[in-house]
């Protein structure tokens, strides 16, 4: 195991990639010289030249087709798009094209194209760098959609991505890349599609991912110091969604709250709400919460900043509320 | 359209051109009759243009195509049987009855689409021609797009990342001079395309679109320059359709002696009448041609209507791989 970072952990994934397989290459908005917006690419470009980590212009659209034709052309392209805030001026590739070449030519087209961006708000960059957007992704029928949560799922997720024959997307969160964490360098691909426990606990079951995973798991410290044990479900891929291991959790603690980063109105927790209610109602003790971000442009000054997204005391006070334990 | 031409290749050219042609009215025939539904959009008019560019390809590379794409995928040679099956939405359509008209794919051919979202095939093109640049393949990418697209930012993104890597596109835009139903000059300052592209460093050339052999021999300079490795061209093929822009469309905004004016150009009649003036074409051969053409698409239409309906338990088919790592 090595102590690294969200950030070199994703690096190390993308290096993996690009030193084992020919057709692998790196293209986006200052993923070569600069090194990187969020500096995961950092290095890659002196270690595989310009043919393979590709400065693009600022097209999100053109580059993120191009993806899509480099991959129907026999490639395995990675595609970084700098925030997902920037990725709404590629949606029409993406939804239009990357998700529906499969299906509307019959079968015959094969888009593995791998799609990175960073997502989330929490380092004061106002209401166009802070979005969390990924659950409209997760819309969209013929895409995967990734959320790593951990340092070993920044690593193990990508790799993952990398063997589909479809496009994935991969949401890293940007307040997650100073992260530490032990990752197993030897370890291949992760799985796609598979929730996991992250703590186990009797009395609720707190279903997150990405980059209210730490939170959750802080709040459940919180929740222990008063005696609640809440089990911690990390959703990882947001489609196809791993219903079966949320339903089994709300099986053993009977409540369910659904933190998500995202705004709450047509949000993912509403998706992981609704499957709740269809394949697990008669396990429920009481009606499934969900705790979002404020419905507001994300707000620059630090203390709304704070108050706009779900935060450890928030989401123990929302689990609190749950179980009737106010104080 | 005076300079001398093999007598096979002039009849091989006339004869696919009038294939679209009959194509597309029997296609219009059935639409009336209910059996093609969704949006058909005819390229009657436009017919030089695709089979003159098409003698540029070889068949390693790749064509990208609109929502008007019947005589390019006829031109590619997608036989006419698939096309019908998928305008049908037949299971041995071309698409498997996923596309429709404006989605026609046939990857042995390496015809991607079939966009229907205008600009939206350009960065693909794009893709498609870095994948081949990569892998040291001496393929180009042919990309149609009409006068509408150049309005996307996609024209100007992606002129401009295939003329920065100095990609194999060879970039076809088929000016009918409508964007639906607003003129190039309703919807453009600069309406000369050719000068967008030179702005974006894609060298480009204007030519007449309703002259079948104008189109192929500018289309085969583009492609061989092209296949040099000296970066993408542009080639702007100045045509017309006939027919209204969709079967929905009543072609209020055109005028009539505009339509007319055109129509006395048409591709199929110039042609013809080229070929006769060379001694090429007799009156037995025209009729021969159309006595062929017409078998092959009655042969088109009844393999569309013996094609199979894709079972509805297969709706869900081909959405997604389930995830190999799972």
């Known amino acids: 195991m090595t102590k690294m970072t969200y950030r070199e952990a994703a690096r190390s994934a993308l290096r993996e990639a690009l030193r084992s397989d020919p057709r692998v290459f790196l293209m986006g908005e200052d993923v070569g010289r600069y090194g990187g917006a969020f500096a995961v690419s950092h290095g890659l470009l002196a270690e595989f030249g310009p043919e393979r980590v590709r400065d693009t212009p600022l097209s999100e659209n053109t580059f993120v087709g191009a ?30 094209n990357a998700a529906t070449l499969r299906h509307m030519s019959g079968g015959q087209l094969s888009v593995p194209l791998v799609v990175r961006m960073a997502t989330g708000a929490g380092r004061q960059l106002a209401a166009q760098h802070s979005h969390s957007l990924e659950g409209w992704y997760a819309h969209v029928p013929g895409i995967t959609v990734v959320a790593p949560g951990t340092v070993a799922d920044a690593r193990g997720l990508l790799l993952a991505a990398l063997r589909e024959p479809d496009p994935v997307f991969v949401f890293e969160h940007a307040s997650l890349y100073a992260m530490e964490g032990e990752v197993d360098e030897t370890a291949g691909p ?18 997150t991912y990405g980059g209210s995973l730490p ?12 005696g609640i044990a809440a089990e911690v479900i990390d959703l990882r ?67 709304l900043e704070d108050a706009a997204l779900p935060q450890p005391a928030t989401i123990a006070a929302a689990a609190r509320a749950m179980l009737w334990r106010d104080g | ?47 030089a243009v695709a089979v003159g560019a098409m003698q540029a390809l070889t068949p390693e590379d790749n064509v990208v195509a609109t929502y008007r794409e019947h005589g390019q995928a006829l031109a590619r040679g997608i036989p006419p049987g698939a096309v019908m099956a998928e305008m049908y939405g037949k299971a041995n359509g071309c698409s498997r009855g996923r596309g429709g008209s404006m989605h026609l794919f046939d990857i042995e051919r390496r015809f991607h689409g ?19 640049a990569m892998q040291s393949r001496a393929a180009v990418t042919a990309c149609f797009f009409g006068d509408g697209a150049v309005a996307e930012g996609a024209f100007a993104e992606s002129l401009n990342l295939a003329a920065l890597w100095r990609l194999p596109v060879v970039f076809l835009c088929e000016n009918n001079l409508y964007a639906m139903g607003t003129a190039l000059a309703r919807h453009q300052a600069q309406t000369d395309i050719v ?3 030179e702005a974006a460093g894609v060298p480009g050339e204007a030519v007449d679109g309703m002259d079948v052999l104008a189109v192929e021999a500018a289309a085969r300079q583009g492609a061989e320059a092209v296949r040099g490795g000296r970066g993408p061209r542009l080639l702007e093929a100045r045509t017309y359709r006939f027919r209204a822009h969709s079967m929905y469309d009543p072609d209020l905004y055109r005028p009539r002696d505009e339509i007319e004016r055109w129509k006395a150009s048409d591709p199929v ?13 007799a009156d037995a051969d025209i009729a021969a041609m159309e006595a062929s053409v017409a078998a092959e698409v009655d042969a088109a239409v009844a393999e569309a209507e013996a094609g199979p309906w894709e079972p509805v338990e297969d709706l869900l088919k081909d959405v997604c791989t389930p995830p190999v790592s799972r």
């Open chain 1, 67 to 96: 993806g899509v034709g480099a991959a129907l052309g026999g490639l395995r392209p990675i595609v970084e798009v700098m925030t997902v805030n920037f990725s709404l001026l590629c949606l029409d590739q993406v939804v239009n």
């Open chain 2, 114 to 132: 079939g966009h229907a979202i205008v600009g939206g095939g350009l960065p693909v093109a794009v893709g498609l021609a870095l994948a081949d």
């Open chain 1, 190 to 207: 992760d799985e796609l599609g598979r929730a996991v426990v992250r703590r186990e606990g009797a009395d609720l079951s707190l279903i």
């Open chain 2, 1 to 47: 359209m005076s300079a001398p031409i093999g007598r096979d290749h002039g009849l091989d050219l006339l004869r696919q051109m009038v294939l679209i042609r009959r194509f597309e009215e029997k296609a219009a025939e059935l639409y009336s009759v209910g059996k093609i539904r969704g949006f058909l959009h005819l390229y009657i008019g436009e017919e």
């Open chain 2, 269 to 281: 009649v110039r042609f013809s009448a080229a070929l006769r003036a060379q001694g090429l074409l």
């Open chain 1, 215 to 226: 939170k959750a798991l802080a709040a459940a410290d919180l929740l222990a110091a008063d």
């Open chain 2, 195 to 197: 000068r967008k592209a």
């Open chain 1, 237 to 303: 891929t947001l489609r196809p969604l791993d219903t079966a291991t949320i339903l089994a959790s709300v099986a053993r603690t009977h409540r369910a709250l659904v933190v998500d980063e995202g705004w709450r109105t047509g949000s993912f927790a509403a998706e992981v709400s609704a499957r709740i209610m269809e394949g697990g109602f008669y396990d429920l003790d009481g009606p499934v919460q969900r705790l979002c971000s404020a419905e507001v442009p994300i707000p620059y000054a630090r203390h």
